[in-house]
């Protein structure tokens, strides 16, 4: 059984930063596409960042690239989101999730989810 759990949300004042962690088990990630992303209250369910598990090929949305940084441990099956400079507006739920597909930027390429963490910006 698939199993992606997320860690690390909190409450962060503009300007800092978390770091999200998503363990992945139950099967083997070789082969898959990691990906985060977020809902805000009232707004779709977005892109944020994905990585390659083999390869470590990353893609990022424009609203976060420079400040968001995706990476993987492949011994402890973990993928990372290192988020800096926190703005308000990334106030969401964020979704950690795999894809077989290869793709990685829209949501129906996705086959599992986990249960999402809060992360909260206050200005």
């Known amino acids: 059984q698939v199993q992606l759990v997320e860690s690390g949300g909190g409450l962060v004042q503009a300007g800092g930063s978390l770091r999200l962690s998503c363990a992945a088990s139950?099967?083997?990630?070789?082969?898959?596409?990691m990906g985060w992303f977020r809902q805000a209250p009232g707004k779709e369910r977005e892109f944020v960042a994905a990585i390659r598990w083999s390869g470590g090929n990353t893609y990022y949305a424009d609203s976060v690239k420079g400040r968001f940084t995706i990476s993987r441990d492949n011994a402890k099956n973990t993928v990372s989101l290192q988020m800096n400079s926190l703005k308000p507006e990334d106030t969401a739920v964020y979704y950690c999730?795999?894809?077989?597909?290869?793709?990685?930027?829209?949501?129906?390429?996705?086959?599992?989810w986990g249960q999402g963490t809060q992360v909260t910006v206050s200005s």
């Open positions: 999730a795999a894809s077989r597909s290869g793709s990685y930027y829209y949501l129906d390429e996705y086959d599992y």
């Open positions: 139950g099967r083997t990630f070789s082969s898959y596409v």
